[in-house]
Structures are given as C-alpha cells and as structure tokens.
C-alpha cells in the first residue's frame, strides 16, 4: 500500500477512535441525565426535570402528570442513548477501516431512524407540557428539523445499501 | 447534486462524499442562523416567538458537524479507493 494511503488510514483510525470516545463520554452524560431526572422525579422534594428546552416544576405536577413525565423522560433517554450508540458503532467501523460496508450503512440506516424519533420526542414533549395545564416554561413553538433530517439519512443510506450489495456480487463475479 | 450522481451509479465517489460535507455544513448553517436570530430584539415578532433560556439552533448545528465528519470520512475513503484503482 502506498505511504499516502498508509498515513490517510492512520489518520481515519486516530480521528474514529477519538470521536467514538466522545460518544461513549456523551452517552455516560445521558445516563447521568436520566439518572438524575428519575431521582428527582421520585424523590418529588421540588426542582425541576426537563427535555428539549421543555422544562417541569416538580412541585407542580401531580403523582400521574410525574409519571407521565417519568415515562417520556425514559424513552427520550432510550432514543438519545440508542442515536449516540449507533454513531458510536459506526465511528468504531470507520476506526477499523471499514467506511463502505454493510455494516457501516447498517448503522447510518440506524441513525437515521433514531433522528426521526428523536423529532417526534420533541414533539410529544411540547404536547405533554400543553396537556399537563398551563405549563409556563414550555417553549411557544416545536422545531423538529430533525425529522426530515432523519428521512435524508435514511435515503442515502438505502443507495448506499444497495451500492453496498452490487459491490459484493461484483466482488464474486470470476 | 447528491441524488444525481446516485442517479448515475455514483455512489462511494470522492464527489458524492462532498455533496455530503456541503449538506451537514448547510444544516450547522441553518442552526447557527436560528441561534443568531433570537438576538435580534428589534422584530416584535420574532423578540416574541422566543422565551429567555431557550437555546435555539444547537441540535441542528451538532447534526451538520456529524454529517460533515462522517462525509469526511467517506472522502478520505473515497479517494483511497480511487488511488488503488488506478494502480496497476
């Protein structure tokens, strides 16, 4: 292999492996997040819990509006957690040198699933603090960008799937 | 751009992985304007669109840098490839 390609390798595994550190440290936060959020929620002495720039007093709610809180707060934090793991897999794959395989596009497809459901938690959130009455911290409007982002996501990685798929049959074509 | 050169079988080329970079860089873009803008106190309307402590734009920045650091990672691939191809 020629040295430009050797250093090109190098660099594409340093530059991964930094970035796949710094999803598992933003994964250990969300963890933290979601830890301290069910804490407050049950301990219930006051504060308040929020996602999305929408945030709760926990003074305010009642025992039902805490859980429906508890609830969205735990999938949000499982579509977070399961976003960052992909792009954690996938920088793992790029790390190893694999950035045009099956695997590498099975985890952008993934990622492009997990930004869709993160916009429509953007929205439940918004929907949740209407619901629960008058709620005078929740923000005046939904910005879910991330939708159509999620979607462009999922397009070029099914071009990329099936690119992917014409390679390996050219590949054992004699 | 990117969907045309999909279009045309072009699809883990060095130019596809640009029209990528372009793509995350328009979208950090985008979420760096909706951050400038809650600055502008002068417009009534947009002044009232926005509550105090919102943070606007951030998620959009974060989802362009990701997109250009995954396109330049396709890029770098890409143009690995197309130097292996061409050695005989």
Same mark, same amino acid.
């Given at each position: ?7 090109? =390798? ?29 804490? +407050? ?86 929907? =949740?603090?209407?619901?629960?009455? +008058? ?18 996501? =999922? ?20 | &751009? $990117? $969907?045309? %050169? ?5 699809? #883990? ?11 995350? $860089? ?12 809650? #600055? ?9 669109? #926005?509550?105090?402590?919102? @943070? ?5 920045? @974060? %989802? ?9 990672? &396709? ?12 050695? @005989?």
């Amino acid at each position: 292999m020629r040295t430009e390609n050797e250093a090109k =390798l190098r660099k594409i595994r340093k530059i991964s492996s930094g970035l796949r550190a710094a999803c598992t440290g933003f994964l250990f936060l969300i963890v933290i997040g979601y830890l301290m959020a069910i804490i +407050a929620l049950l301990a219930n002495r006051g504060g308040r819990v929020g996602y999305f720039d929408v945030w709760f007093r926990i003074g305010d709610l009642t025992a039902g509006g805490r859980l429906m809180v508890l609830a969205l707060a735990s999938l949000t934090s499982a579509v977070w957690a399961w976003c960052v793991y992909q792009l954690r897999q996938l920088f793992g794959n790029y790390s190893h040198g694999q950035i045009f395989t099956r695997e590498a596009v099975g985890h952008l497809r993934q990622m492009g699933v997990a930004c869709v459901l993160w916009g429509l938690m953007k929205i439940l959130w918004v929907g =949740l603090s209407r619901a629960l009455s +008058a709620n005078p911290l929740s923000p005046t409007q939904v910005s879910a960008e991330i939708i159509p982002i999620g979607i462009i996501i =999922l397009v070029v990685a099914w071009f990329m799937d099936m690119a992917v798929d014409l390679q390996d049959e050219n590949e054992l074509t004699v | &751009m $990117l $969907l045309g %050169n999909y279009s045309r079988g072009e699809i #883990f080329t060095k130019g596809s992985a640009e029209q990528i970079r372009q793509w995350g $860089l328009a979208c950090a873009l985008w979420g760096v304007a909706r951050y400038a803008i809650q #600055f502008l106190p002068r417009v009534p309307a947009i002044r009232d669109s #926005f509550k105090p402590g919102e @943070v606007q734009g951030l998620g959009l920045m @974060v %989802n362009g840098l990701i997109i250009v650091a995954i396109s330049w990672f &396709m890029e770098m691939a890409a143009e690995m490839r197309e130097e292996q191809d061409l050695i @005989v």
